[in-house]
């Protein structure tokens, strides 16, 4: 269920914002499905780091919206969408050196307490100050695979035209938002990786590299893999990420 892989390159390549990706994007006909889906669906997280135009840490790339993302305009609030927010939730992203706090006593080896009675405090190396892990939401293609018409409530996977068609918008993203660690959730998601990892190398991109599950399966074969093996997997997946951190702060 879980796999991970390392890409590491030398630079970093320029920012845009959030909005002009989307500006860019919103009125995209390269494939059918764009013309006749109820609106792009680009990107989520859960906190307002799109507001800010700051960058997160994990970034979860599914293959494509569902009936509910076409309308809502907002990446994985579908059912599978609401059973994988849940399980990072349960998973815990709290940051394991400060606890969530954000903050750390600064230890002299003679006292920790100041004038006021507090305890001195600096910014936790392990989080930069954020207490938790930040997580984005985003998919292969911004529009929804319809299979038989545009209203039908039945999806289908993405083609490789519209994947190919959609995948610049998707390098964008993920610079722009410039995760540590990119998540591939399902078989489409996961297949296209490689690609989506070289063409970041190519833009001097240094990024970790990790597949799951798509939520939609544990909906649908709950009985081969459950929600709690699925909430241990996410588990090990941000355990990876703090060794990480750890390791870069040690250099």
Known sequence: MYEERTMKVKTKTPRISLPIIQATWNNCTKCEIGKHCRQKVFYDDLGDFRFQNETIDILFIGEAPGTIEDVEGTPFVGPAGQLLRKAIKEAGTECPNCKGIGTIRI??????????????????PLCTQQGFISIGFTNLIACRPYSTNPRSPTNRPPL????????QRLVDTIVTMNPVFIVALGKEAADSLPNVVYELGKKGIIVQTARLLHPSYILRKGNIVSEKEYVDSLSQVFYNYWKYMEELNKD
């Open 160 to 167: 490789l035209g519209e994947i190919n068609n959609c995948s």
């Open 107 to 124: 230890d002299t080896g003679f006292t920790t307490i100041d004038s006021y009675g507090s305890h001195k405090m600096k910014p936790c």
